[in-house]
């Protein structure tokens, strides 16, 4: 694995990631690997969870974060992407990109000499899905349980259809007509799934899709750079709300998932929340874990 720009990236590693992850989840605290190393961070969207998550893993691993906002850069002032790769990949030993355009982070890759991890873009969210997937295991010890995702077929679910379709987990996309995952992703999961005996489906019946479900997983219904679509998309998202209704229709101890940040009372609610069934929080703990993991795989050479 040379980057970690899509799930897919990591087909071959997979088990070793999500292994690795709960090894340093044990012990975060035990060698540092990756002293006097350094990690460029660009950020050209906000962030909470993942600006944190990467500078505390690169820090336990003994290396060095650099945050660094695309505003504050020559990109801001029209420096071509390929010039900063190249510079960049000349003084850092990895370079993580949390950008709007997924093509950029593409492009930024082809011209690095260093790893480079897509930390989200408007098409994939490969380190939120691995992490889901190890939260997952940690919580019902098997891959061979039934997600069911409702809301925007958004970044997140796009990473979901292929990360659930590489370790073999069902997956149920629930969403209204129009709000579909990426076309192209949802056929290589599919792909993936006949190898690996995932049941891959959309649907737009949310007590069909939520029936017997091990997860519920939902996300944001108004993504960042959607705000002029927010009254339409609260209006169409309406009738899929995660709440305590809701859940009756799956497995008694389903398990509730929220990647964050959450908008309480629209696509969740703040009694699934802080219910027992939620698993949110450890959701969250864990991107620190799986990234330290990411990390420890492309950067420890």
Not at 62 to 89: C, F, H, K
Not at 144 to 172: E, F
Not at 224 to 249: F, P, S, T, W
């Amino acid at each position: 694995m040379k980057h970690l720009l899509s799930v897919t990236d990591a087909k071959k590693d997979i088990f070793e990631i999500l292994e690795l992850a709960g090894n340093f989840k044990e012990d975060p605290y035990g060698k540092k690997p990756l002293k006097n190393k350094t990690l460029a961070m660009i950020f050209e969207k906000a962030s909470t969870r993942t600006r944190i998550s990467f500078e505390v893993a690169m820090l336990h691993l003994g290396g060095n974060p650099l945050y660094l906002s695309a505003s504050d850069m020559q990109l801001g002032r029209g420096e071509i992407i390929e010039d900063t790769a190249n510079v960049l990949s000349r003084y850092v030993d990895g370079v993580m990109i949390r950008a709007i355009k997924h093509e950029d982070v593409l492009l930024f890759a082809q011209n690095s000499n260093v790893p480079v991890i897509n930390g989200l873009t408007d098409k994939e969210h490969p380190c939120q899905s691995l992490t889901d997937i190890f939260t997952i295991f940690e919580h019902k010890n098997s891959y061979q349980v039934k997600m069911a995702y409702l809301g925007d077929g958004n970044n997140v679910c796009n990473s979901l259809l292929l990360t659930c379709a590489l370790v073999g987990m069902d997956l149920t996309v629930i969403c209204p007509a129009g709000y579909e995952p990426d076309q192209e992703i949802f056929e290589k999961a599919l792909m993936y799934a006949e190898e690996t005996g995932s049941n891959i489906e959309i649907t737009s019946n949310v007590p069909d899709g939520v029936k017997d479900a091990d997860v519920i997983y939902t996300d944001v219904w108004v993504s960042m750079g959607d705000e002029a679509e927010k009254l339409q998309r609260l209006i169409d998202l309406n009738d899929y709300q995660v709440n305590m209704e809701l859940l009756k229709h799956a497995k008694p101890d389903a398990i509730v998932m929220h990647c964050l940040p959450a908008i309480r009372g629209q696509e969740i609610t703040d009694e699934v929340m802080k219910s027992s069934q939620s698993v949110i929080w450890d959701q969250a703990e864990n991107r620190m874990h799986v990234e330290t993991a990411i990390l420890f795989k492309l950067l420890n050479k």
